[in-house]
């Protein structure tokens, strides 16, 4: 998982997210509320959710077009339970909540690397010395 989780409010506009998720160069952004995790946003749900449905976006607010509620995982979920859920619920991004507090998110370039750190690993076990 990545520690550094970008976060907005739902009543911020979907003007602002836009602007953040730009600015962060990011595809996505939790939507919390104080510690709470309440949604997530993505370009997606800019682009298809509010502008797609002819919406004002100087109007609109992230509430609306969130996803929400908002799968999650806690920090000891196992590598390919997290990679399950996120095929299974068809989503990119798994935030990491621990004690009702947001501490990081999956991602599926999170998931790729460990498990090419644990084939890496598993085939340098079966290695032989050279003789």
Known sequence: MTTEVYTISSDQSVVTAAARM???????????????????????????????AGHDTRECVVFHHMSSPVHTARPETDTLE??????????TRLPV??????????SFANISRALDRLLHDLHSGWERPAV
Do not use: F, P
């Open 97 to 106: 909540v621990e004690n009702g507090k947001l501490v990081g998110i999956a």
């Open 82 to 91: 997290a990679a399950h859920t996120m095929a299974e619920r068809r989503i």
């Open 22 to 52: 730009r600015e962060l160069a990011v595809g996505s952004l939790v939507v919390t509320r104080g510690d709470a995790v309440e949604g997530i946003i993505t370009t997606w749900d800019l682009a298809v959710g509010c502008m797609g």
